[in-house]
């Protein structure tokens, strides 16, 4: 199976927060697979299901998205710092 690329995780669920911080943070942040894991966990922890999302539940994904949201106004998810 070899080493895992981090450019691809193995989860699901960090696909999925991945590809929703590219869509709303492109280039703004940093992508940490521990930063990954306290989202998926707070998500889980308001009430979201992975199962839901993965089903197309909107109310799950809008959860998910808003808890990205307070994650990178909260500054727990490391910004990626801009050159000048």
Sequence with gaps: ???PDPKT???ADYRFIGQVMKSSYSGEVEHI???YEKISRVFS???GSWERIFGGSPRDIELLKDV???AVK????TKK???K
């Design 1 to 3: 199976m070899g080493v």
């Design 9 to 11: 995780p193995t989860r």
């Design 33 to 35: 697979p521990a930063e």
């Design 45 to 47: 922890d308001r009430g």
């Design 68 to 70: 990205i949201k307070a």
């Design 74 to 77: 909260g500054g727990f998810v």
């Design 81 to 83: 710092h801009k050159w």
